[in-house]
């Protein structure tokens, strides 16, 4: 796997389907993107606060990276229940 960096203990893919593969196996779906050092970078789970939910646990006040930068991000949710 391709992994560019974690944010949050949640890790970061350069591929969708790394980003996929890593939401399916923690019970998420979909995924979203965020800007890390210039490149697009694939999250799993639709939001960034469902992928915070995983198993590994999330920190609000720990929400911190100074290597990212989060202006652009786009949610891709592969559900086709709407």
Do not use: C, R, V
């Not at 965020?34 to 995983?54: D, K, L, R």
Request: charged residues 5%.
């Amino acid at each position: 796997m391709s992994l560019l960096t974690t944010i949050s203990g949640i890790p970061l893919y350069s591929t969708p389907q790394e980003a996929n593969a890593w939401a399916a196996s923690n019970n998420k779906q979909g995924m979203h993107t965020h800007i890390y050092n210039g490149q697009i970078g694939y999250m799993g789970g639709a939001t960034h606060g469902q992928a915070a939910t995983s198993s590994q646990g999330f920190d609000e006040s720990s929400n911190t990276n100074n290597n990212t930068n989060n202006n652009l991000s786009t949610n891709t949710n592969n559900n086709s229940n709407y």
